[in-house]
């Protein structure tokens, strides 16, 4: 039987509630590629050109290994409406980064920057960052060189491999947004 909530959830178009956890396996023979699983729902995504990794080093193109936590959803609001989630959501705008120099005492962390600072835009040109889920990789501590801006985020139309991001559709990501919330369990390997 469906609690109040769970039917009041149904009705603004939602699921009856968050995932308890999503699961991130390898493809066979293809360690770029994998599959999503979320309940029911099984979907290919694109995984780093490092494949999956237990030590996750910067720059070495690995999906890290281990259970992680959304923390929350980034969007493109000049390109989209606002996603249907569990999690926070904060639109992009064009001064957003994320730091991946591990000498920058804001590693790993959602920055601001104008002109020819470095850091990962995020309001890219293309549409890979129109969607992010931030996970909690690398962040409790965070360990210089121990890896940086790992998302979940749109794939390129041929799902080339990412720099150790798990990419997919637009589709299949807002899916599965509609299920996450900070609970859900993130499970790569």
């Not at 396996?25 to 979320?38: D, E, I, K």
């Not at 979940?152 to 899916?175: E, I, Q, Y």
Request: hydrophobic content about 35%.
């Amino acid at each position: 039987m469906k609690t109040i909530d769970q039917s009041n959830a149904y009705i603004r178009g939602r699921c009856a509630g968050p995932l308890s956890a999503l699961r991130v396996r390898p493809a066979a023979g293809n360690p770029r590629r994998g599959w999503l699983t979320a309940g029911a729902l099984t979907i290919p995504v694109a995984l780093g050109r490092g494949g999956i990794r237990a030590n996750k080093r910067e720059g070495d193109g690995g999906t890290p290994r281990g259970t992680f936590r959304p923390r929350q959803v980034w969007w493109r609001a000049d390109r989209h409406s606002r996603p249907q989630t569990y999690l926070p959501v904060r639109a992009i705008d064009a001064e957003d980064a994320w730091c991946e120099d591990p000498t920058n005492r804001h590693y790993n962390r959602a920055i601001r920057r104008g002109g020819e600072q470095g850091g990962d835009r995020l309001a890219r040109a293309d549409h890979l960052y129109d969607f992010i889920v931030e996970i909690d990789h690398n962040t409790r501590p965070r360990i210089a060189g121990r890896g940086s801006a790992v998302f979940l985020h749109l794939a390129r139309d041929n799902f080339g491999p990412t720099a150790g991001c798990v990419a997919m559709t637009k589709s299949a990501m807002l899916r599965l947004l509609r299920r996450m919330g900070p609970r859900t369990r993130i499970i790569v390997g």
